[in-house]
Every structure is written in structure tokens, then in C-alpha cells.
């Protein structure tokens, strides 16, 4: 089983929809979680961390269900610049390893 | 700020060729990692070091050593090239959280690797 599995997408949407994406986590010593966004042959950049909480900046919303293992990320007011894949990441503090969904592709159309 | 840098950016092998990449980080961070990402695998781990003189198996390690003599590089080492090694590298690094809450990976810019 993968330690973190996302939906691949694509999702196409138009300018100013508003986006979800879902993933889940299967070790339940995880302890740090996050969003990643990487643009096409780019190295991948730190988009946001995630909360138990749940926090927002700006348009982008995180939430983290340690329950149901689950982290997900909203989009509002899609701008053509979010267009990117957009992937889910978890840190098990044991060696401080990081692990990567597979990513969701994200392409917001005019 | 230089951040994280790996060299080359670009590279073509042919099959049983050597090489080493090269990363570099200037954050004074004690982990740092390999990764490689192929089409719809996504990241996968392939040695990392939890400090300068230590070096650890992940995921994927076959095929490729590493060395971490200095704190800010971190080598991956490629003995004999194989087809099945083309992809691109990723290199990062990452503080120990401690009471620091979240930490982050920070990433170079990667390198493409052709190996033919």
C-alpha cells in the first residue's frame, strides 16, 4: 500500500471555479503534512503546511482529518497561474522522511 | 541565497557509464535526501542522511551509492548507468523540526537524465 495516494486528475476547470483535492495517508505516526505545488519540469515548492486545525492563505484552504487519515486542499477563484500538479505530502518525524502522493494535475481554463 | 543546488542540470549517459550528482545546500541543514520522479510514480526516495558522515537506504536504492563527507553535500553516485535510470533527480534538504513545529524539504532545481 502506498504511503500516500491522491487522485491523479486531471481536473480542467474554468477561471474562477473553485477546486478540491483529496488525499489520504496510511501511517498514523505521521505528523507533518503539506501541499506542495510543482509546475511543469520544475522542482516542487512548498505551497502550505497543513493543521489540525486547518488554516487558509489567501484563496487556498487546508484541512486535516487525523481520524480519517485525510488531508485535503480548496482552491477558490481559480487563476489560469494555479495551474500546476499539486502534491500531498506527509513527514513521519522517524528519520524526518517526506512522502509524495503521485500528485493531481491541476489546468484552469480561460 | 543559494538554497539547494544540484549539478548538472542535464545530462546524456550511455548504458554503463558512471557519473555522480552533485547537491549542495547552504541552509546549514542536517537531512538531506535523493529522490527521483518518473511519470505517474511521482517521488520516490532513493538515500538520504540524517547528518554529515551518515547515509541511509530508501526506497529505491539499487544501483546508485551516495556520500555525505561534508554537511552541505550530499553526492549520488551512478556505477553503471541502465536504461532504466532516466528520469530526473531530485535533491533536498530539511531541519530537524524540534520545537520548531512543521519542518519542509527544501528542493533544487532537479537534474534530467538521459541514459541511453
Known amino acids: 500500500r502506498k504511503e500516500v495516494e491522491q487522485d491523479p486528475g486531471p481536473f480542467n476547470v474554468p477561471e474562477g471555479a473553485t477546486v478540491a483535492f483529496n488525499c489520504t495517508y496510511s501511517?498514523?505516526?505521521?505528523?507533518?503534512f503539506f501541499w506542495y505545488r510543482q509546475d511543469c519540469r520544475k522542482e516542487p515548492k512548498l505551497l502550505m503546511s497543513?493543521?489540525?486545525s486547518g488554516n487558509e492563505d489567501g484563496r487556498f484552504t487546508a484541512q486535516l482529518n487525523r481520524a480519517s487519515q485525510y488531508i485535503s486542499l480548496l482552491i477558490r477563484d481559480s487563476k489560469l497561474s494555479d495551474s500546476a500538479t499539486y502534491l500531498c505530502v506527509v513527514n513521519t518525524r522517524v528519520g524526518n522522511q517526506f512522502y509524495f502522493g503521485t500528485g493531481t494535475s491541476l489546468t484552469v481554463i480561460p | 541565497n543559494a538554497g539547494v543546488t544540484q549539478t548538472p542540470k542535464f545530462r546524456v549517459l550511455k548504458t554503463g557509464q558512471s557519473m555522480t550528482l552533485l547537491c549542495a545546500q547552504d541552509m546549514n541543514h542536517e537531512y538531506m535526501y535523493w529522490y527521483r520522479q518518473d511519470p505517474g510514480m511521482g517521488l520516490r526516495l532513493i538515500h538520504y542522511s540524517v547528518g554529515e558522515g551518515t547515509t541511509a537506504k530508501g526506497e529505491v536504492p539499487d544501483g546508485y551509492n551516495v556520500s555525505r563527507l561534508k554537511k552541505q553535500n550530499f553526492l549520488l553516485g551512478l556505477e553503471s548507468a541502465a536504461p532504466s535510470q532516466t528520469s530526473v533527480y531530485f535533491c533536498?534538504?530539511?531541519?530537524?523540526?524540534?520545537?520548531?513545529?512543521?519542518?519542509?524539504?527544501?528542493f533544487g532545481q532537479g537534474t534530467r537524465l538521459t541514459v541511453v
Open positions: 533536498a534538504s530539511s531541519y530537524e523540526a524540534g520545537g520548531r513545529g512543521n519542518t519542509e524539504a527544501f
Open positions: 501511517n498514523s505516526a505521521s505528523q507533518s
Open positions: 497543513v493543521y489540525s
